[in-house]
């Protein structure tokens, strides 16, 4: 006696199943992007409020105001804010250099980069970010400090 293979599910079933849907979306290219932390933080006006705010602060702290002379302040507000935007889910691409060739020359500390989250945590304080949603978006950035810290 032959045993047959057992039957493939339905289309329906897949359907139902929403596996096939998945695939579909995956294959396709499309993906839905969670964008909560990218609204939570107050969108592209939002996040350009806070970018700004940050430079601004950095430019003025006496512990890390020199790391940035020769920088384009509005260079660096609109990198920050693209990746600042695509890190939380928004619909902004960040194009710039990355964080290890970016920083490689400027021999930053710890400190240096303590400074510079305060300053973040600063200007998202001055834009009403509650602590959570600024909790997400330093979640992301900490991984960075290995590209950054150089000494």
């Known amino acids: 006696m032959t045993r047959r293979a057992s039957p493939s599910p339905s289309l329906a079933m897949l359907l139902r199943s929403g596996v096939l849907a ?12 969670d964008d909560s932390l990218y609204r939570a933080l107050g969108g ?38 693209n990746q600042f935007c695509q890190l939380s889910g928004g619909p ?37 970010v509650p602590f959570s949603v600024q909790n997400r978006l330093l979640a992301l950035l900490a991984p960075m400090h290995r590209d950054v810290i150089t000494k």
Do not use: W
């Not at 998945?22 to 992007?33: H, K, R």
């Not at 691409?93 to 989250?117: C, I, P, Q, R, W």
């Open 92 to 128: 902004c691409v960040y194009d710039g250099e990355t964080m290890k060739n970016s920083h490689a020359h400027l021999a930053l500390t710890k400190a240096d980069f303590n400074a510079l989250v305060e300053d973040l945590q600063a200007s998202m304080d001055e834009q009403g």
């Open 22 to 33: 998945s695939a579909l979306l995956v294959a396709g290219g499309v993906f839905a992007a």
């Open 44 to 81: 592209t006006e939002g996040l350009t409020r806070i970018a700004s705010g940050l430079v601004d602060r950095a430019y003025a702290d006496e512990r890390i105001k020199l790391k940035f002379d020769g920088v384009n302040p509005k260079f660096l507000k609109e990198q920050l804010r």
